[in-house]
């Protein structure tokens, strides 16, 4: 069984990167609100080996179970729970874990739900139109697949992908309805707009999008920032890592908010918010991967991260 396991480890992004990010250190509390496999969790726990304390947070029951073997080693320096990031500051209430001193978001997808063909995230197996990450949710990527209006899936398709050709990919999907099976969409999709010529499968920009619907990605995300405010101690850190444009600019805008003393309307002649800056930047510019990061792990293209330090 622990072979198994083991086997099913998602590959942490940015892994020496996010430990820096956070400046981990004894005695002091971290969360980590996308615990996946445990593999940044390991990073900052086997750090300082026995003198940190960690809450990990994940909505997907399997990654939960997949983290409690990996991390069994710290099992007394940890505190797991199955629940969404999106009710942060109530998980931190209710565990006692207040203030903390560092709050990772890792918001891309793990190799975990990608290599199970069932839970219906990748284009590359076939398997049921799903991409919950909470398999006790209601709805699925089949139920918006199959019932959304040509308009809004199309709308839908173009605002979550940034898909120049939703308005056509939209229409062929909803010519071949049922639409059922992760392949099938995919073959949709490549029907529309051809054969691979960029570095993406063409089928990406729909399932990203179809995800982020799914699963209310971008509305949870602004939540759980907002209420990472309120976990904070003074001198904590904020450090997320985005993998698309949706995201980083919702982080980007979000830090930088959070670093004036005024965010009224450029166009008032006096400030009226009372904005008080709850942020310094740590970087100006996004953390990348390395070359040879990336050569190891194709997944890891994309990421940026961005830290943020609490005044």
């Given at each position: 069984?622990?072979?198994t396991?083991t086997?099913?480890?998602?590959t942490?992004?940015l892994?020496?990167e996010v430990?820096?990010a956070?400046?981990?250190?004894?005695?002091?509390?971290?969360?980590?609100c996308t615990?996946?496999?445990?593999g940044?969790?390991l990073?900052?726990l086997?750090?300082?080996q026995?003198?940190?304390?960690?809450?990990?947070?994940?909505?997907?029951?399997e990654?939960?179970?997949i983290?409690q073997?990996?991390?069994?080693?710290?099992f007394?320096?940890?505190v797991?729970?199955?629940?969404?990031?999106?009710?942060?500051?109530?998980?931190?209430?209710e565990?006692?874990?207040?203030?903390?001193?560092?709050?990772?978001?890792?918001?891309?997808l793990?190799?975990?739900?990608?290599?199970?063909?069932?839970?219906?995230?990748s284009?590359?197996?076939?398997g049921?139109?799903?991409?919950?990450?909470?398999?006790?949710?209601?709805?699925t990527?089949?139920?918006?697949?199959n019932k959304?209006?040509?308009s809004?899936l199309?709308q839908?398709?173009y605002?979550y992908?940034?898909?120049p050709?939703?308005?056509?990919?939209?229409?062929n999907?909803?010519?071949?309805?049922?639409?059922?099976?992760t392949?099938?969409?995919?073959?949709?999709v490549?029907s529309t707009?051809g054969?691979?010529?960029?570095?993406?499968?063409?089928?990406t920009r729909t399932?990203?999008?179809?995800?982020i619907a799914v699963?209310?990605?971008?509305?949870?995300?602004t939540s759980a920032?907002?209420?990472?405010?309120?976990?904070?101690?003074?001198?904590?850190r904020?450090?997320?890592?985005s993998?698309?444009?949706?995201?980083?600019?919702?982080?980007?805008?979000?830090?930088?908010?959070?670093t004036?003393?005024?965010?009224c309307p450029?166009?008032?002649?006096?400030?009226?918010?009372?904005?008080?800056p709850?942020?310094?930047l740590?970087?100006k510019?996004?953390?990348?991967?390395?070359?040879s990061?990336?050569?190891?792990?194709?997944?890891?293209?994309?990421?940026?991260?961005?830290?943020?330090?609490?005044?």
């Amino acid at each position: 069984m622990s072979l198994t396991l083991t086997k099913m480890v998602h590959t942490p992004v940015l892994v020496d990167e996010v430990v820096a990010a956070l400046n981990v250190r004894q005695g002091k509390r971290y969360v980590d609100c996308t615990l996946g496999g445990g593999g940044h969790a390991l990073a900052i726990l086997s750090k300082l080996q026995h003198s940190c304390e960690l809450l990990g947070i994940d909505s997907d029951p399997e990654a939960i179970r997949i983290a409690q073997h990996n991390l069994y080693d710290y099992f007394e320096n940890t505190v797991i729970i199955n629940d969404n990031f999106y009710n942060l500051e109530n998980i931190c209430k209710e565990t006692k874990f207040l203030p903390v001193d560092g709050i990772l978001f890792d918001l891309g997808l793990s190799s975990l739900q990608l290599a199970t063909a069932e839970r219906g995230f990748s284009f590359q197996h076939s398997g049921p139109l799903d991409m919950r990450f909470n398999p006790d949710e209601q709805l699925t990527a089949a139920d918006i697949v199959n019932k959304l209006p040509e308009s809004k899936l199309a709308q839908l398709i173009y605002i979550y992908g940034e898909e120049p050709f939703a308005n056509k990919i939209a229409k062929n999907i909803v010519n071949h309805r049922p639409v059922t099976d992760t392949a099938d969409l995919a073959a949709i999709v490549i029907s529309t707009v051809g054969e691979q010529h960029g570095k993406i499968h063409p089928a990406t920009r729909t399932f990203q999008a179809l995800r982020i619907a799914v699963n209310r990605e971008l509305d949870h995300l602004t939540s759980a920032l907002e209420q990472s405010l309120n976990c904070l101690a003074p001198g904590g850190r904020l450090a997320v890592i985005s993998y698309h444009s949706l995201e980083d600019r919702i982080v980007k805008n979000f830090m930088l908010r959070e670093t004036k003393s005024c965010i009224c309307p450029a166009n008032l002649p006096e400030c009226r918010c009372k904005h008080t800056p709850q942020f310094i930047l740590i970087n100006k510019h996004p953390v990348i991967p390395t070359d040879s990061e990336i050569d190891i792990n194709q997944r890891s293209r994309s990421a940026k991260l961005r830290i943020a330090q609490k005044l």
